[in-house]
């Protein structure tokens, strides 16, 4: 599918035939395109080019082998490269990097620097694109953008931004004092100045700026900072036009020519539709020749003033020629505004000679659905009346005949729109307009009956009867309805002429294409015009034409299978446009003469209508082989198509307008037709002496000026403006402003009904104030309050209605209020949900020292998952580790078996227990006793150290495990090497890997938003512990000036002591959404525009109100019980987490913080074991 969903290709894989890429329109479904020969077996995938890489101008460099092509978004540099089968183009496509990506229209080569090369070269093209690229030395290159900007590249990659410096200001300080961008708007034009060493630029803005090479060439960003842009001073700018001259916009500079003396220069300009001459040596610029810049829509050419012509185009502006004149024949124009430069002429036609006898008035249709009448004069066109029937764009306008007098628009909203026209002084009245549910394309008037025909979009024709002025009420509405007639012409297929068929059989296999699809556009002779119904044919010759027929038709299809040129593509059936022909007499039939798509395709079909209610003939009037006709080619065929064509009243001028800006005049001789018709008659014609006779039978035009035709000026007496310009993009329409007025008028008539409702109350309260003052005045019989009450009953009733209103509202707004906290709610999940701590600022008493709160978002929950694994994984290991510990330190109470070895020495030292392993200390020995008890005991050494002198190995024995233990601390001694040793080894416990690092990452993210936390939390403990003692000095402020006032002295050092400096931040963001009434009364003030000053006098109040209350209850917490400063520090940090809490700011992890940095590192060494 491609990009904008407009088709979609499907490709074949085929092993008895080429495959082929078929490529459909998804709106029809119908074939569009057949690409064949891509492969030869199949195709494994087929895909659109997501962009257009337009390619708008490529150059060869300065050095061999190198050129440079740029075009949509793209520039790239080509080297000629020499492979084996030959050279080759290699390119290496142009990086922006930080720049704005954009469309590069040309470039121009700086100087390379190189005595040998030292060239200098420049290249551009004016295509309509946003930017223009320059290579500099060194295959750099400079570029700009929409904005304005010069871009200077450096091989592949951009270097710098460019911009205007200041005046005035040295080469050194040109770089950091910027100005602005070089040009405001696209820059379409780049030179360079060889003799002066400067490149010249210019573009939308309509200014030529010089910039000198040098300063280029010295540009540098500054990288470290992360700023491209470099300024450079300019050393000269050039207007065209000239400002203030000629009453033109600022030229669109497109492109440029500078001649071969370097001094005259010709210069695009795309917006005015110019070619400006512009002197170098005299700064001198002027009009070499003007034109519509864009394509021409209408044409009138003047029966009265021989030689004026006069023309429209979507560039806005109504011109007037005078073709006469063989150069510079433009006399004047009509420019719309500047803010109103995209709005363009679309319709033009002359107004009747009933209401200009001097046929020297056009009215012109614009695409903003504005319509403007204007009269040409000797010194411009005078503007008589501008209105606007349309919201949409003006498709067509025409004046009825005279003896009608409407004047008929037609919108791209298919509504038609009538006025009655009279004389000059008042032109167009409006009348009403028809709306049409099917596509209008075209509109003629019928001269006898004056009816409206219509081409419609679904193949019919529509007759629509002109309003009857007198009979139309548009007093409310401008949509009014009139008698119309439909019909849907039933056209006969296209058959081929005899001679046609013979030249078929003749034909080859190459013709048989031509052949088929002329026989589509070849209709039957006038010479013997056939109704479909009363065909005389023989039964022979009808069998024979069938056959003919039916073979052409099954060949059809399979020669357009083999050629892949011929597409069949099903159009939809619509009439063109359809005109009227004058009958000769009122008795004749007249004529009906159209053509359109589908299958009114082929040529002009030719239909006699009476009265348009039946449709009674049709032929098809030839456009090839046998009419008599002449052909001229007056556009190019590409840019658009012929948009309007008028001739003069004789019939010896044609003036031709097209789509490619182009304006043609005709000179017509009688004798071309009566050449082409001896031609169609089959006489031999000498075609040379003919070109020559025909040449000499041209009639000249006489040679006017504008003084010959005595065309008055703009002031003078009888005509004048009837209404001033629109100008206003947002204007209503003529129905819109009717239909507005009548609603202004129904607002007005309510609110002067408000406004006497109002007066009459404030009269009533007038009457009670009054009352209830001479009440109050009485010493005796005075009336309370309740007393002045007269209806209780009323009252209440209107209490309980008032609340029933404000419950309704409240009802009816619920959905309201329900959406925006929802919204609001969803910004701060979005903005907010994810963030510790906001940015907090907290400032010292008059000083410049401030310290801050880090933003500090949340951990995310995949990392805090990944750390509750990670810690799990720790602690297992910690405790492993000190069980280990625990057993090397309990060794010496226990044996290999773990069990105790105590009681097994005392009862070796003959150390008498208890049943219990005790042993028994009230006994007591005698001395005898333990004379032997110490005997025994030497024994019992001495028959051990005989027993272990006996087990003692001999000096050569060696243990087999200390010969295992020492054979693998051999194998095993390179991992003990140095690291600076080349078989240095890193032990495996030592060795890092990507799930170590990854742990050692997430502990490192934990450490860090743990530090910021505990950083945060202390700076917020010092905002509150700020609040305290501001607290206190305010009591204490308060206290002095008590004093000072009853000393009769003043203190002025105290003065704005805890005052912020200005623009100073807020040191509560987090009570943004706490919004009071007084803050809600005052946006809604700044959306009414209104005068906020009672407002922001009144939230000061407030504030400061609020303000005192919370120092008032600081003060109320401390006169309880002074706290140390360390302990209320303490305080104002839990009552800072809990104000947080409140806010909605999320409260702080439950483990203590401090030591939970070392606590981390400790743990990121242990993984790595």
């Known amino acids: 599918m491609s990009p904008d969903m407009v088709y979609f290709a499907a490709a074949e894989r085929s092993i008895s035939s080429t495959p082929n890429v078929y490529i459909y329109s998804f709106k029809t479904m119908r074939l569009y395109r057949i690409l064949r020969k891509g492969t030869s077996k199949g195709y494994a995938s087929v895909a659109f080019s997501p962009h257009n890489k337009e390619i708008f101008s490529i150059r060869w460099g300065q050095f061999p082998g190198m050129l440079t092509s740029v075009g949509v978004g793209h520039i790239r540099f080509w080297k000629m490269a020499t492979t084996f089968t030959g050279l080759k183009l290699q390119g290496d496509l142009g990086k922006f990097g930080a720049s704005e990506l954009s469309d590069i229209s040309g470039f121009v080569e700086l100087p390379d620097g190189k005595a040998r090369h030292g060239r200098w070269g420049w290249a551009m093209k004016g295509a309509a694109s946003s930017c223009v690229e320059v290579i500099g030395s060194g295959g750099s290159m400079r570029k700009h953008h929409a904005y304005g900007k010069l871009l200077l590249w450096e091989g592949v990659f951009v270097k710098v931004e460019l911009m205007r410096a200041k005046e005035g200001v040295t080469q050194a300080e040109a770089g950091t004092s910027i100005a602005g961008s070089p040009h405001n708007g696209n820059i379409e034009v780049i030179l360079i100045d060889k003799e002066n060493g400067m490149v010249i630029s210019g573009g939308d803005d309509g200014h030529l700026r010089w910039w000198p090479i040098e300063e280029i060439d010295t540009a540098e960003a500054d990288y470290d900072n992360g700023i491209l842009e470099f300024g450079i001073r300019m050393r000269k700018e050039v207007r065209v036009p000239p400002a203030g001259e000629m009453n033109q916009h600022p030229a669109h500079i497109q492109h440029v020519v500078i001649g071969e003396d370097e001094v005259t220069w010709l210069i695009q300009d795309s917006r005015n539709g110019m070619i400006w001459i512009y002197d170098m040596a005299a700064n001198t610029c002027t009009s070499a020749l003007s034109c519509h810049s864009q394509q021409v829509t209408g044409s009138v050419v003047s029966s009265s003033y021989a030689g004026l012509v006069m023309s429209c185009g979507m560039d806005g502006t109504v011109r007037a020629f005078n073709v006469s004149q063989p150069w510079d024949n433009e006399l004047y124009r009509d420019i719309r505004p500047l803010h109103s430069a995209k709005v363009g002429a679309t319709c033009l036609d002359a107004t009747p000679e009933l209401v200009d006898p001097s046929k020297r008035t056009v009215c012109v249709g614009y695409t903003d659905g504005t319509i403007r009448a204007f009269t040409a004069c000797s010194d411009g066109f005078l503007q008589l009346q501008a209105l606007k029937p349309h919201n949409c764009m003006v498709k067509q306008l025409k004046y009825s005949p005279d003896e009608f007098n409407l004047l008929a628009t037609l919108g791209e909203d298919n509504t038609i729109f009538f006025f009655h026209v009279q004389l000059l002084s008042e032109h167009a009245i409006p009348i009403g307009f028809v709306r049409i549910p099917v596509q209008v394309n075209y509109f003629a008037w019928d001269d006898t009956t004056g009816k409206v025909l219509l081409s419609l979009g679904d ?266 310009d629109i100008v206003d993009a947002d204007q209503y329409s003529i129905q819109d402003a009717k239909l507005k007025a009548e609603e202004d008028s129904a607002k007005a008539a309510a609110e002067l009904k408000k406004l006497r409702v109002r007066e009459r109350i404030n009269e009533i309260r007038n009457e009670l104030v009054e009352l209830q003052a001479k009440n109050g005045q009485l010493y005796e019989a005075q009336l309370s309050e309740a007393d002045m009450v007269v209806d209780q009953e009323y009252i209440n009733h209107l209490k309980e209605d008032m609340e029933n209103q404000i419950e309704q509202v409240r009802f009816e707004l619920a959905w309201s209020v329900e959406f925006h906290e929802r919204g609001l709610q969803k910004l701060k999940d979005y903005y907010l949900k994810h963030v510790d701590f906001e940015r907090i600022e907290v400032l010292g008493f008059q000083s410049e020292h401030r310290v801050s709160t880090f933003r500090c978002a949340k951990m995310s929950g995949e990392l805090q998952a990944n750390l509750a694994r990670l810690h799990e994984l720790i602690f297992a290991a910690g405790d492993g580790d000190g069980d280990e510990d625990e057993d090397e330190e309990n060794q010496d109470g226990f044996g290999f078996d773990g069990k105790s070895t105590l009681r097994g020495n005392k009862m070796e030292l003959g150390l008498d227990t208890d049943g219990f392993g005790s042993p028994n200390a009230e006994k007591t020995l005698s001395g005898a006793e333990q004379r032997e008890l110490r005997r025994q005991q030497r024994m019992a050494r001495k028959a051990q150290m005989q027993e272990l002198e006996r087990a003692k190995p001999s000096e050569s024995y060696e243990a087999p495990e200390d010969l295992e233990a020492i054979a693998n601390a051999e194998a095993t001694l390179g991992n003990y090497m140095l690291k600076t040793s080349e078989d240095y080894q890193v032990p495996e416990n030592q060795r890092m890997n990507a799930e170590k690092k990854r742990r050692q990452m997430f502990l490192l993210e934990e450490s860090i938003h743990a530090i910021k936390t505990e950083f945060n939390q202390r700076v917020l403990a010092l905002r509150d512990f700020r609040q305290q003692v501001r607290a206190e000095v305010q009591r204490d402020l308060q206290a002095l000036a008590e004093i000072d006032e009853q000393l009769g002295t003043t203190t002025a050092w105290v003065v704005g002591i805890l005052e912020n400096p200005p623009g100073a931040p807020c040191e509560f963001p987090e009570t943004c959404f706490e919004l009071q009434t007084a803050d809600i009364k005052a946006f809604a003030s700044k959306l009414r525009g209104d005068a906020e000053e009672p407002v922001l006098e009144e939230l000061e109040q407030e504030e400061d109100e609020e303000e005192e209350g919370y120092e008032d209850g600081e003060v109320k917490h401390e006169a309880g019980e002074e706290e140390p400063a360390e302990e209320a520090a303490e305080g104002a940090g839990k009552r800072s987490s809990v104000a947080k809490k409140a806010k909605g700011v999320a409260s702080q992890p439950s483990m203590p913080l401090s030591g939970r940095a070392a606590l981390a590192a400790r743990r990121v060494g242990r993984l790595t074991l």
Do not use: Q
């Open 459 to 724: 193949g019919s024709l529509l007759a629509l009867s002109s309003p009857d002025i007198e009979s139309v009420n548009n007093g409310e509405t401008y949509e009014i309805e009139v008698n119309y007639t439909a019909v849907m012409p039933d056209v006969p297929e296209i058959e081929e002429s005899d001679e046609e068929e013979e030249e078929d059989e003749e034909d080859g296999a190459e013709g048989e294409d031509a052949e088929a699809k002329e026989g589509e556009d070849s209709p039957r002779s006038p010479t013997s015009p056939m109704s479909p119904v009363s065909a005389a044919e023989t039964e022979g010759d009808e069998e024979e034409g069938k056959k003919k027929k039916k073979k052409k038709k099954e060949e059809k299809p399979k020669d357009e299978d083999e050629d892949g040129e011929h597409h069949v593509e099903v159009i939809v059936t619509s009439v063109s446009r359809a005109i009227l022909i004058p009958s000769d007499s009122e008795d004749s039939e007249r004529k009906v003469v159209f053509t359109g798509t589908g299958r009114y395709s082929g040529g002009l079909w030719e239909g006699s209508l009476l009265g348009v209610e039946e449709l009674l003939r049709i032929w098809l009037i030839p456009r090839l082989h046998g009419g008599i006709f002449a052909s001229v080619h007056v556009s190019d065929g590409l840019s658009g198509a012929v948009n309007s064509v008028s001739m003069l009243e004789d019939e010896s001028m044609l003036c031709a307008a097209a789509g490619d800006g182009s304006l043609v005049t005709f000179l017509v001789s009688d004798g071309l037709l009566e050449l082409a018709e001896l031609k169609s008659s089959g006489k031999e014609i000498n075609m040379a002496d003919a070109a020559l006779e025909l040449e000499g039978a041209i009639p000249e035009m006489p040679d006017m000026s504008m003084e010959g035709w005595s065309l008055p000026p703009k002031e003078a007496p009888g005509v004048l403006a009837i209404n001033p």
